[in-house]
């Protein structure tokens, strides 16, 4: 990047994250990388000058706070230098936050500009989908979705994008849409690659709701308890089905109510419902299927609805209450049965035709936009009738 005059400019990036760890690294890349090392660091042994490839231990002295000279009453920082380039310095320095910080301060004070992670990757990208892809990468929680990741940063989605452009500049219009139509199929999972599913588990009180979602994180985080309109807040965990990141989000037993306590909570489970992924509709084989169960049912819609009988334990037929065009998963929180077929049911419901390797895959909101914008204008020109 360059200043005002043109000229390019001496550039520093903390390439490790601010959380406190072991070591920081901070890259000093540009024109006076070098000299402004130079000038900062006291070799523990032989010249301070710094050949290409050399990884060397000193001290780098720092700056008085108010002005940029070395504060001599200050011991400095430990660091070990790397020179990678001809202009390029990495310093590895104490992980705290401060180490760094005060690096950056002295060469800041000498001429430097600070650049952040994101420009920094921005810089080193071969283009828009490589950079959108390394910033994904680093939110990626699953092997599978980094695999998926990996192959748009080697370029996948890239190709795709200039294949449709080519098949527009030569009208092949219906090949461009035919594209067009393959990449918008995997949009809501490119999407869900870096931003978990929300899986909602729903109900009436009492059918089992904490105790699943206990079952499935595989821990005791939400409490149970024979009383109906146990559970009041919102409940969040993190996991992974199948590979596929998944927020599980437990709610409030639906039910009318005149506890100003629990209907709160059930307005909040009525939110979480309405901004649910897939919902978990829980039925207790007992009391069957209620009034609620169909309000939920109709308010989500049922693609997105997967209808879990619990309690198999007592009952395992399926309660005839239960509408019979839907598909039922039975599940015993207390005998831990029946788990694997409902992950199966939902990893099938989140992504029915998992991509294969080397897929393009659309995976942000500038990839829809763009998709979007190409299709219109592809759609224009096909003629009509
Ligand atoms: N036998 C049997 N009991 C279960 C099963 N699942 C839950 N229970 C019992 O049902 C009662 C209610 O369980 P919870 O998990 O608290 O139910 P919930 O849907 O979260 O209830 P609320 O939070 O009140 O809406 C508890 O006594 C559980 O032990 C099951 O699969 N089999
Ligand atoms: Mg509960």
Redesign the pocket.
Known sequence: MDDANNAPRTLITRLTSTVPAAIAVVEVDGPMAVSLVQKHWRPNTGSSELQVDQIRYGVFRVDTESNDQTDLNDPGESIVVHRSDEHRVELHCHGGNIAAQRIIHSLIQHGATQSSPAEWIDRRSNDDFQAEATKALLKATTLRTTMILMDQWRGSLCTAFKTIEEHLQHQRFVEANNLIAALQQHAELGIHLVQPWKVVLC??????????LNCLLGYTR??????????RDILAESTSIDGWPVALI?S??IRPTNDQIEHAGIQRAVQAIQGADRVLL?VDPVQGWCREHAEILHSVGESKTIVVQ?????VDQRASSIPHQFPVTM?????KKGFDRLLETISRSLVPSPPLPGKPMPFCSRHLQLLYALLEHSDTQIPKG
């Not at 109900?203 to 699943?212: A, D, E, F, Q, R």
């Not at 619990?310 to 007592?314: G, M, R, S, V, Y």
């Not at 599940?331 to 005998?335: A, F, K, R, W």
């Open positions: 109900g009436p009180p009492n059918v089992g709701k904490s105790s699943l939400a409490i149970v308890h024979e009383q109906a309109g146990t559970t437990d409030a037993g829980l619990t309690k198999a334990d007592i599940v015993s929180n207390t005998e």
